[in-house]
């Protein structure tokens, strides 16, 4: 009976998702790494299949078998790869990426061309086919493909080296792609008669406009789809959908416009890992993770057990000079790593982290090949463009590096860890995790007087007890190897700003700190994280603080004012967001200095560098609260009802838990909060900053004139709004126009043949009244805090006092006092 071939498949994903649920079980406490595992039952499978073994008591499986040995490489390419690729790179932290960017482009690009080219000789040189420069070029190239999922997947598992597992990955990531690339042009060259022709001019440019072009496209499809999520709140299944279509789409298109797909993949999940993540509802990131991690594994499953398949299946095994080249391929790719590792690691130590010798040997025996390899090298079996002689022979030489390289390399990865002690945390970071455990056996042991004396609990076993929940063992097991102080310090730092970090983004998932401010302030923390961990100052900060000299620029433009006044407005929001979301985290980091800190000096240090920090923040909101009372009011207006709103919602889903609501009943309480969270997310706070009654008490100058003449002279003034240190004008430049500071400090300078003067205006002073007589401002004007300003039109100032004698007068009164004071 010969059965639908979607229903054969199926049956294949059913039966591969229950081997990898047996396999993960069945490796519980065990050394094996998973995908290693994996393989060789694809491969027990695969031979099963070959010997017709299955035929006669599992013909269904036997159908089914045959189909994924028939599978196109493309297949491969494009169901896996989307997932695989998003996945590793969305995982990644999008900062650490960025700073060893240098490094693993140094490895993924001219070091695999350098391993791509050396293999391509060895080939030529060592195996007897007598292989054309283009194919010793395009099976270098398939082969360098390094896919080292066994080898992070044990780093994540036994230590924490998160830049070697960053440097791993990445290089993986972008050698994928370089790879691809290469391999499109050579595989020209082989089969479009350029077999006896080296690589031309055409194809470096040719590789710079596909690697352009895929990240072009990454960023447009990132660009659109991270816009689209940031316009859903909390709708996971939406958010989700839009991740998945777009990791699928971006391939997709990219491919089709001859661009790198790989490339693409890896730009848009860098995109989703690093701006896009406060564009995801922070209800719905750890489920957007965890569904992009089951997802992977799925993938990872079935393409592990395929390649078993595809290899046992379809790679000749009865020619014993393809045995014979394989074990001199498999040594001398190793040789040939070590040759490429060790050529660019003096510029990797110059560009980067220093890349210890322990971490060069993981680096070198970490070289795995995988389903990219496979899929490359089942294409040229499968277009029959090429003799078939030929390939087979790539396709046996390529599987069987696959298999040895992840069985080997991969299946003894545990044991090289073990023996170069990275599979265990740095001291430093030790002694702080045994200080953590310190703590928590400390608390549990002043738990135990009162379980003693409970009513139900008095008549345990109170050694039985201790001896289960390991006490003794707790406390025994803690480090005791004295290490330096200066490692312990640094450790001790770098605790304290993850937690920092990780302040920013609880606070931005309970919705009192916004996306932009969370931006800043994680990159802020990430700056101190890149060299020697700073608690502080937080020079990063101080630079929102201030006006960017593009704004300067701009307020000298005619005519822009208003703009420039609402951009200004715009930044004291975030300035005042940012210094409260600061406070609130050193206040949380208070709370982990005594127990985390390696001797009471240190912690001493913190908490004044601490009490610093929020004294700096706390003085910046002062002033804005001064200077800008609308602003305070409306952003704090704004946090009290989303804290109101997270705990209305907490409430009705604690309900549910209890059963005291049914799900549909807490559906719509749970909609009609989150509508009411959606529309103050997107309420502005204000366009411009509004006016204030009281300014005419701020032109005591102008008591003479009618009311009618005051009210107009308040309507007349223009607002701006300055920072600390802005310059509003220079001595000399051309000025027609009246001052009146309304809150703030302004310091003014006057630059002459003597020697310079300065002095302080306070709110409410007026200033500049020379200038409406000489049109040039007869000092330097600079904000000494933040400022709010009015300005009174020469032009305006003058219809109106030919129409107020009074308003002439009290103009006449102020250039007078300004010129006395010039004397």
């Known amino acids: 009976m010969v059965h639908e071939p979607a229903l054969l498949i199926l049956v294949f994903i059913i039966l591969a998702l229950l081997i990898g649920a047996a396999v993960r079980h069945a490796l519980k406490q065990r050394g094996l790494p998973y995908t290693v595992a994996l393989l060789v039952v694809g491969l027990a499978i695969g031979l099963a299949h070959r010997g017709e073994l299955l035929i006669t008591w599992a013909p269904v499986l036997d159908e089914a078998f045959e189909l994924v040995a028939e599978i196109t490489p493309h297949i491969i390419l494009y169901v896996f790869l989307p997932t695989l690729i998003f996945e590793s790179a969305f995982s990644m932290e999008a900062h650490l990426f960025r ?160 661009v790198s797909g790989v490339v693409a993949l890896v730009s848009l999940a860098l995109m989703f890992a690093g701006s896009g993540r406060t564009r995801i509802s922070p209800e719905v990131t750890g489920f957007l993770h965890h569904f992009w991690e089951m997802m992977a594994h799925i993938a990872n499953t079935v393409i592990f057990l395929v390649v078993g398949i595809l290899i046992a299946t379809r790679v000749p095994l009865d020619q014993p000079a ?164 200066q490692e312990l310090e640094v450790a001790f730092r770098r605790r304290l700003l993850e937690t920092e970090r990780r ?63 609402a951009l200004l407005y715009r930044r004291l929001a975030l300035g005042y967001d940012l210094a409260r979301g600061f406070i609130q985290a050193q206040e949380e980091l208070r709370s982990h200095i005594d127990p985390l800190a390696p001797s009471p000096t240190s912690a001493c240090e913190v908490h004044r560098q601490v009490d610093l920090n929020c004294t700096l923040a706390a003085d910046y909101i002062t002033q804005v609260r001064d200077c800008h009372p609308e602003l305070i009011q409306a952003l704090e207006t704004q946090a009290a009802s989303r804290l109101l709103l997270n705990r209305e919602r907490a409430v009705v889903q604690q309900q549910l838990r209890l059963a005291v609501l049914d799900q549909p009943e807490a559906a719509r309480l749970l909609y009609d909060v989150e509508q009411r969270m959606v529309a103050l997310q997107r309420s502005p706070l204000a366009r411009h900053p509004a006016k204030i009654e009281q300014w005419q008490r701020l032109m005591p100058w102008a008591r003479e004139c009618s009311e009618t003449t005051r009210a107009k002279l308040v309507d007349a003034l223009e607002p701006e709004l300055c920072n600390p240190g802005d310059h509003l004008v220079s001595q000399g430049e051309p000025l027609s126009a009246l001052g009146v500071l309304i809150e703030g400090s302004l310091q003014v300078a006057y630059t002459g043949e003597e020697r310079p003067r300065h002095r302080q205006l306070g709110p409410g002073e007026p200033f500049a009244a020379l200038a409406l007589l000489s049109g040039h401002a007869p000092a330097s004007y600079q904000a000494s805090t933040l400022c709010r300003i009015g300005w009174l039109s020469g032009d305006t100032l003058r219809e109106m006092m030919a129409a107020d004698p009074p308003l002439a007068q009290a103009v006449a009164g102020l250039v007078a006092a300004e010129i006395k004071d010039e004397r």
């Open 322 to 485: 393809l045995w014979q080249a394989l074990v001199l391929l498999y040594l001398s790719l190793i040789v040939i790593r070590a040759i490429t590792i060790g050529l660019f690691l003096p510029l990797l130590q110059k560009v980067g982290t220093p890349l210890s010798r322990e971490k060069a040997l993981v680096l070198l025996w970490g070289g795995l090949r995988g389903a990219v390899s496979l899929a490359l090298a089942l294409t040229i079996a499968a277009d029959g463009l090429l003799d078939r002689q030929l390939a087979d022979q790539i396709l046996f030489l390529c599987a069987g590096i696959v298999v040895l390289t992840i069985v080997v390399n991969g299946g003894t990865m545990g044991r090289l860890l073990g023996w170069l002690k990275l599979d265990r945390l740095p001291e430093a970071k030790q002694a702080t995790v045994d200080r953590v455990v310190t703590e928590v056996t400390r608390e549990l042991n002043e738990m135990l007087p009162g379980m003693m004396t409970h009513e139900f609990l008095s008549g345990s076993d109170w050694k039985a007890v201790r001896r289960q929940v390991r006490l003794e063992d707790q406390l025994a097991e803690t480090s005791n190897t004295e290490l330096p102080a």
């Open 99 to 258: 700073r060893m960017f240098l490094q693993i482009a140094i490895l993924a690009i001219p070091g695999l061309m350098v391993a791509a080219a050396l293999t391509a000789l060895l080939v030529k040189w060592a195996f007897p086919w007598e292989w054309s420069w283009a194919v010793c070029l395009l099976f270098g190239t398939l082969i360098s493909a390094t896919d080292p999922v066994a080898v992070v997947a044990l780093l994540k598992e036994v230590s924490s080296r998160k830049r070697l597992e960053t440097l791993i990955e990445g290089e993986s990531l972008l050698n994928d792609g370089t790879a691809i690339v290469l391999f499109s042009l050579f595989y020209a060259l082989a089969t479009l008669g350029g077999q006896d022709s080296g690589p031309s001019a055409h194809v470096v440019l040719e590789f710079g406009q596909v690697v352009l072009g895929g990240l072009a496209v990454g960023i447009l499809v990132g660009g659109l789809a991270i816009w689209w999520i940031g316009r859903v709140f909390n709708d996971p299944i939406i958010e989700i959908t839009l991740s998945v279509v777009a990791a699928y789409l971006v391939y997709f298109v990219a491919e089709r416009l001859h």
């Open 503 to 565: 302040s920013y983004w609880l606070q931005f998932e309970q919705g009192t700190l916004g996306r932009t401010a969370t931006e800043q302030l994680v990159h802020v923390v990430e700056r101190a994280l890149d060299g020697p961990p700073a608690i502080g100052p937080r020079d990063g900060l101080s630079t929102v603080w201030r006006t960017p000299p593009w704004l300067d620029w701009l307020r000298s433009i005619a005519g822009v004012r208003r703009l420039v006044n």
